[in-house]
């Protein structure tokens, strides 16, 4: 018997303690057969088989990202990608650009700009917009996320006036004549969004095509895709049928989608490349906007400590509902009070559901204590996070002055999970945050902000291989590169443990195999 794919003269990392280091991998029918020297795979070499030489270049299992929105990033990608723009009038060019090839009349979405990287040291105006977009309502994001400018079109379809008052959030008005400026922040922001039509299925089936293609040239094999509509799952069916899947794909639903998810796509979940594995409950919001569940009060805001999504006693019931639906129990936890709630309902779930092996998981546990942690570690919960995140929080978000000194000092404290023996395995959070995985494992190596939180390269490369595959049940097929395993593979152009670690970034990626098939080079 001959191989379908070997390669060769590669340094392999494959994430197998018994045997940590290869130089050649030989593939049949979308699994390894061999993994070891080159004389190892020498016999595995026919007339017929593809035959790459890596000439040295770096391979580790395919990356899983346990946590993307797949959906909202198709959809970013047609927008405007402005995080690199140096200046107000660079803005303008790139806009201007775009209303040359959109129709008249349909909206124009950007991503990305910060007024701190322009030459003008100013926010961008809707005076700045409108010479360029009369016939197109605009709306561009900053970086943050929590902020936008757009143009006149867009606050006239929105019906915004000088007389508007916000609810939530700042409308940004010129000091000397009161008119809008077009700046609009935190909730303001849905004044416009709201406005903008959603893709239909088609747009939205092409542009998630387009979407796992990024996917993919990221070295990412499998992805954990949350997804929030009926719409979704329909485009990905329609995917599969059309054989236009070129990953993995775990579904996670949320709770509310569960009863109408048709039991037609529930029965192909034993679908290795697809099925629906789990189902999320959102125990409550987020750091930034102050919706995550806390004990006590924001530091920063002592009249709020965020809001709980559901009583311990809903919690509870949902918990043992996901579990007899045969599915796996996702909780979206950020505050130490959310987090407390969900791990009252997974205890109670080992009670409940008896026989199973049940792998329950904490989305971020991002706010933590001792006491946590123990419990996490005595239910063998799973922590999912986003590396990029952490930096996010401090960075942006400025989660010191959140939570002040001592809570902070807990906030994503992936080293000690680790260290407990508590499973940790990690995703982008994409669009929100970078897709790169590698970037990820650089932020989890390189963490600023409490550095005894940071992880070995090592460790932050088992948050997106072997500990994801566990993650998502599927640590015998893939998540390692083992004889026979299935060949999802990525091809690294510099060696992670070689380089700067503040480089590891920096590395690109340079072939993705996916069942012994390339998909990206």
Known sequence: MRADLVLTNGKIFTMNPSQPHAEAIAIKDGKIVQVGTNDDVDRWIGKDAKLINLKGKTVVPGFIDTHIHVADFARVLAWLDLSNVMSIQELQDILKARVQRTPRG??????????????????????????????????????CGQICVVNSKALELADLTKQTVGTGGDIDKNA????????????????????VPIMTEDELLEAVSLACEKIVEAGVTSVCWIVLSLMELSVIEKLRVRNRLPLRVYIVVPAELLD????????????????????????????????????QSYNDCPDSSGKLL?????????????????????????GDKAVDVALNA?????????????????????????????????????VSVQPCVVDSEFRVWS???????????????????????????GGSDCPMEPLNPLLGIKAAVTREFFPEECVTVEEALRLYTIDAAYTIFEENVTGSIEKGKLA?????????????PKEIGDIEVEMTIVGGRVVHT
């Open 488 to 500: 999802d593979l990525a091809v690294l152009s510099r060696d992670p443990w070689m380089v700067e």
């Open 310 to 334: 559901y009583t311990q006693k809903e919690m509870n019931r949902l918990a043992v509902k996901v579990h007899h639906a045969n599915l796996q129990l996702v909780i979206h936890a950020v």
């Open 346 to 382: 997974i205890e109670g779930t080992l009670k409940e559901v008896r026989g199973k092996e049940l792998r329950n998981r904490i989305e971020q546990a991002a706010v933590l204590n001792e006491e946590l942690v123990q419990r996490m570690k005595n239910c063998r919960v799973i």
């Open 176 to 195: 000397k004549t009161g008119g809008l400026t077009g700046i609009l922040r935190d909730d303001a922001t849905s004044l416009v969004w709201k406005f």
């Open 106 to 143: 349909k909206w124009i979405i950007g991503r990305g700009w910060d007024q701190n990287r322009f030459a003008e040291r100013r926010l961008p105006t809707r005076h700045d917009l409108d010479a360029f977009s009369a016939a197109n309502p605009v709306i561009l994001y900053h970086e």
């Open 399 to 425: 989660a010191t002055e959140r939570l002040g000194p001592e809570r902070v000092r807990w906030l994503y404290p992936i080293k000690t999970l680790i260290s407990e023996g508590v499973k940790v395995s």
């Open 260 to 295: 109408r998810v048709p039991a037609s796509t529930l029965s192909k979940s034993a679908n290795k490349a697809l099925r629906i594995g789990g189902v999320v409950i959102f125990a409550d919001g987020y750091l930034a906007a102050r919706t995550a569940a806390l004990f």
